[in-house]
């Protein structure tokens, strides 16, 4: 019995361990030609778009060929999401909050270019080796702080998801408005109607909130862009303001 006799098949085929085929002959198929096939079509279709018969199709080949190099649609899904989400950047900062704001960035732009990235059901943590390579570029940099393992697992975790939810959020968002509507239009219309709605009697607070100029500060010429990255960078301080004082508590 080997070590690689403790690693389950589809972490194997995970981290692209060699495969061949029964006759000893090269494989005129693999897992990496199934996976860049599954990659193209999520593109190009999006997520619901990925069905093995399409893969399968794609290739050239029967559906029932495919499971001899993935064993399911979940399996096939954990791979795609390595395999897109690609390595990650080079990330030089002065300091870790620094870092971690230019991993959050990064982190970001890949699932901006492959929104279906977000809707990959999370079947398990981080395995696959790209996935590592993003969790080793975020430990690399708190590596300087006195945070111990569990909290820097937190820290990344914590910011990982909220890239995806926000990107997530956008892209549905988006996808809600009127056709041709921008959002600050759409938060415009969404805080004067609330403000009409909403009784300052039963809801105080939020009555106060949709009186507010909150939702009628963008102009309505401020690209989608801008107002999702204000968005974004607001969230994620608040999120590093939390880090700063667990790593202050952790320095005394």
Known sequence: MTSDDFVPAPLRRLWGMSESSRLGRPASLDVKAVVAAAVGIADRDGLDGVTLPKVAKSLGFTSMSLYRHVGSKDELLTLMADAALGPPPDI??????????????????????????????????????????WMEAALAI??????????????????????????????????????????????????????????????????????STLFEAPPSTTPDAAIADADFSLGLELILDGIAVRIARSNT
């Not at 699932?111 to 999370?122: A, D, G, H, Y």
């Not at 820097?152 to 988006?174: N, P, T």
């Open 92 to 133: 030089a900062a002065p300091d870790w909050r620094e870092g971690l704001r230019r991993w959050a960035f990064a982190h970001r732009a890949v699932l901006q270019r492959r929104p279906w990235l977000t809707r990959v059901p999370v079947a398990g943590p981080p395995s696959g080796p790209h996935q590592i390579a």
């Open 142 to 211: 708190m590596s300087g702080t006195l945070l111990d393992w569990a909290h820097k697992i937190g820290a990344m975790s914590l910011i990982s998801g909220y890239v995806v939810q926000s990107v997530r959020q956008f892209s549905e968002l988006a996808e809600g408005r009127a056709e041709g509507q921008g959002q600050a239009d759409a938060e415009r219309d969404y805080g004067r109607a609330l403000a009409r709605l909403v009784n300052p009697d039963r809801f105080p607070e939020a009555a106060r909130l949709f009186s």
